[in-house]
């Protein structure tokens, strides 16, 4: 809401500028301020020096990253030890938290650590998919199979769960102990292969849920888990040496009293559809066990919210098929295709209302149906999606040697081979693209209208979280790059062509923004040229001086918005931790780089930072309660007040 506030019969309150508002005045000022070319980021005139051979000092406060320091009053830093350092020990770190599981040997043994505590000894730790141990999604759980002699043992959070003699002839390896968790990180589930002799009925693939084996028979086609994680569905093959196999199908661990197969899941994990075959050359649709429908196939499309259901329907034979759609069990006029045609793919609204599929024939000719309304018909048809606000359907296309975006029902681009995807906001009906018209010149597709760039190319064009704002990188002339926000390029911005060619930061072409959506910043090089390697932070505008050597890494903002982290590096030197600017310590970073661990460390919703880091004798996780003395803000120009109140 932009209206004022009446306060008397002939005042009224001035709208108050935002942090965006600034910044872009800022841009625009340095901007008209400019009364000479600047030289391009790619190139750095003579250094100016000041009377001992220095660089001559910013107008703006120099960021303390080199030297002695002290936290800032307030900080609190704590370590945890999570495992001694053992040559050839493996660590997995959890995708929140920094929980660790480490595999190492105690004598000949093989043992876990977590989080510092130390699992049972066993002959071996099985290997999983990318690892030793499997981790909830989010983060709190861990599992881990085991071999103990002629067993397995599956250990949950440090207990042991299940122990179990069935393995594959005997063997243990990756497939003998396949563990997950559910999406709700409630339930852990795994698959065993159990051959007892080569004969048929003696080998089939075991799903266990939560220690519960499923009923004697195969699990192989899958197991269909419910969207909130707490059921699950799979079609078990019982074989045995004398018979042909059977088929079951079977619910949460029970066998139901109907067969069926393809199993899925409504997003309220209600209920269930599946499907079976049907005399004499039919498929049947089920809706929890009750036919429903019948054709020669279906694809059912389910939405990731509401009652909607969208079902592709085959018909006619395998030489001849056609397909059309079906929608609350409803066929929709018009969607049935040619012989031989198809719908390809169907997409729902975020509000689950509204539904686009696209529609083709054997010819190459594709159509967009929104709604049961067929759209012009193209070439191919890429990219389908709503917009936020579930408002108006989004895709490329391509026809007669040009491509478009199409945004509702107007077509954009007409561009030969320059169309980039399109990008949707996260709110709103906001569409944006960087379009390659005819002679290689860029323009910016935003909110349904296109102007040109002024500049050779973009990178990372991306919305702010609330969708007010958008951010890009400009390809200067001398192959830099400089952020333009909202459209309007800021001078303190700079990338040289060192940055962006600099494979060892992979942040140079990254900025970041606050998750409240009022504070941007990247990594940057002083807005008039040093002749050194100088390197800073450009935040909300301004370009604050950092790093006169090393590199910088992991910008990041806090979860709630008020400080800027990122690490340093420089050398065999320690990394140290910034935040606000701030040093806060340093530390020896696993594996030599900090970047070669995911997840290595992590801003708890509690505002906490925690990191993984070595030194000479373990393993540990170091855990930082922040200062209030210390914020974006006070970056900025801001005192302590301001940093409290921020």
């Excluded at 005997?170 to 159990?194: A, I, P, Q, Y």
């Excluded at 089939?204 to 707490?230: E, H, L, Q």
């Excluded at 196939?297 to 098929?321: L, R």
């Excluded at 009022?518 to 935040?539: C, N, Q, S, V, W």
């Amino acid at each position: 809401m932009i209206g004022l506030i009446t306060l008397t019969a002939n005042a009224q309150t001035p709208k108050k500028e935002s942090v965006w508002d600034k910044i872009k005045k800022a841009g625009q000022q340095g901007a008209a301020q400019q009364g000479q070319p600047q030289p391009p980021p790619g190139q750095q005139p003579a250094q100016r020096q000041d009377g001992r051979g220095r660089p001559s000092p910013q107008n703006q406060s120099q960021i303390n990253d080199s030297g002695p320091f002290k936290p800032p009053a307030g900080t609190k830093i704590e370590e945890t030890i999570l495992a001694p350092l053992q040559d050839r020990a493996k660590f997995e770190v959890s995708p929140h938290g920094v929980h660790v599981a480490t595999t190492e040997t105690d004598g000949s043994r093989a043992v876990v650590y977590y989080d510092g505590g130390v699992g049972p000894k066993f002959d071996e730790i099985l290997p999983q998919t990318g690892g030793n141990v499997a981790f909830s999604p989010d983060g709190k759980r861990y599992a881990y199979c085991a071999r103990l002699g002629a067993q397995y043992v599956v250990m949950v959070d440090g207990k042991e769960l299940v122990r179990s003699s069935e393995a594959d002839s005997g063997r243990f390896d990756s497939e003998s102990c396949l563990l997950g968790f559910t999406s709700n990180s409630k339930h852990v589930f795994w698959t065993s292969n159990v051959v007892l002799e080569t004969k048929r009925g003696s080998m089939y693939r075991r799903f266990w849920f939560d220690g519960r084996p499923s009923p004697t028979g195969s699990v192989n086609d899958g197991v269909a888990i419910s969207p909130d994680g707490d059921h699950f569905a799979y079609v078990l093959t019982i074989s045995d040496p004398y018979h042909q196999d059977r088929f079951a199908f079977a619910v949460d661990g029970k066998i139901v009293p109907y067969m069926a197969g393809a199993p899925q899941w409504t997003a309220d994990s209600k209920h269930l559809y599946t499907q079976r075959s049907a005399a004499p050359n039919g498929t049947e649709l089920l809706f929890d066990g009750k036919p429903i429908a019948k054709a020669f196939g279906f694809k059912v499309y389910i939405p990731p919210v509401g009652d909607m259901v969208a079902v592709v329907a085959s018909g006619g034979t395998n030489f001849h098929p056609f397909s059309f759609l079906v929608v609350n069990g409803k066929k929709v006029p018009g969607s049935d295709t040619v012989e031989r045609g198809a719908i390809s793919n169907v997409v729902f609204s975020p509000d689950g209302k509204h539904y686009a599929a696209i529609i083709g024939d054997i010819n190459n000719h594709r159509c967009v149906m929104v709604d049961g309304k067929r759209g012009q018909e193209y070439t191919s048809v890429d990219n389908l999606a709503f917009t936020a606000d579930s408002s108006t359907v989004v895709y490329m296309t391509y026809i007669n040697g040009k491509n478009f975006i199409v945004v509702g029902d107007q077509e954009f681009g007409a561009a030969i081979g320059g169309v980039h995807p399109p990008l949707i906001g996260p709110s709103g009906n906001r569409v944006a693209a960087v379009i390659t018209q005819n002679g290689n010149i860029p323009s910016l597709l935003m909110d349904k209208k296109v102007s040109p760039l002024n500049a050779p190319g973009a990178d990372n064009l991306s919305f702010t979280p609330d969708g007010a704002h958008y951010a890009y990188f400009a390809v200067d002339a001398g192959m830099g790059h400089r952020l333009v926000i909202d459209g309007v390029p800021q001078p303190q911005s700079v990338l040289t062509t060192v940055d962006t060619m600099d494979l060892l930061n992979a942040q140079a072409l990254k900025y970041v923004v606050s998750a409240d959506s009022k504070h941007i910043a990247h990594f940057a090089a002083p807005p008039t040229p040093t002749g050194g390697y100088d390197r800073g932070i450009f935040l909300d505008g301004k370009y604050l001086p950092a790093s006169p050597q090393g590199t910088n890494s992991q910008l990041s903002s806090s979860p709630d918005s008020k400080h800027l982290f990122w690490i340093h590096g420089f050398g065999n030197q320690p990394y140290r931790v910034l935040i606000d600017g701030k040093p806060l310590l340093d530390f020896y970073s696993t594996r030599g780089n900090a970047a070669a661990v995911p997840h290595w460390w992590d801003f708890g919703p509690n505002g906490i930072l925690s990191l993984l880091a070595q030194d000479d004798n373990s393993l540990k996780r170091i855990t930082i309660t922040l200062s209030d003395t210390t914020s974006i803000a006070t970056m900025l120009g801001g005192g302590s007040a301001v940093a409290a109140n921020h």
